[in-house]
């Protein structure tokens, strides 16, 4: 992670509002791998369905009610198995943090792992966990990654 990036922080939302968290390391230059973790808040700003399987979606992420980034979501829909993958990206001023995630249609459980990212998620690796939220509208995510 370059060190000029300090405290970098990042989110992750599946189809739907929800919220993650997430707390990172100074951007100290290191050879070895630091370990971040992130909750946010996510809302739906915009969502649209590309006919009967797929859904692209737009998300304002925030954090102790600030606006910290937003995310651009596609999923395609498993509907014989009730699930939804997709792929999620957190647009953040430090760079971009990229997920592949699966969301339970029953449970709207979350569950995958990041898979990369830009300028300060360069190279993150992790996972991702999730579910509802304590408000209505709202899922609990937590990302976990390294670089």
């Known amino acids: 992670m370059n060190s000029t990036y300090l405290r970098a922080a990042a989110a992750t939302l599946l189809a739907g509002t929800g919220l993650v968290v997430l ?4 951007g100290s230059a290191s050879a070895a791998r630091q370990n971040h973790v992130l909750t946010v808040s996510v809302r739906t700003v915009g969502s649209s369905q590309l006919g009967d399987r797929y859904l692209v979606e737009s998300d304002k992420v925030t954090r102790n009610g600030k606006t910290i980034g937003y995310t651009a979501n596609s999923c395609t829909f498993d509907f014989a ?3 939804a993958h997709c792929l999620v990206t957190m647009a953040r001023p430090q760079g971009q943090l990229r997920a592949k995630v699966t969301v339970n249609a029953e449970t709207n459980q979350i569950q995958g792992r990041v898979v990369g990212g830009t300028g300060a ?8 966990t999730g579910g509802n939220g304590p408000q209505p509208g709202t899922q609990v ?6 670089d």
Do not use: E, F, P
């Not at 707390?23 to 100074?26: H, K, L, P, V, Y």
């Not at 998620?121 to 991702?128: E, H, K, L, P, S």
């Open 121 to 128: 998620y360069r190279g993150a690796t992790g996972t991702v």
């Open 81 to 83: 198995a009730g699930l």
């Open 23 to 26: 707390t990172a390391t100074d």
């Open 141 to 146: 995510i937590t990302l976990r990654w390294q």
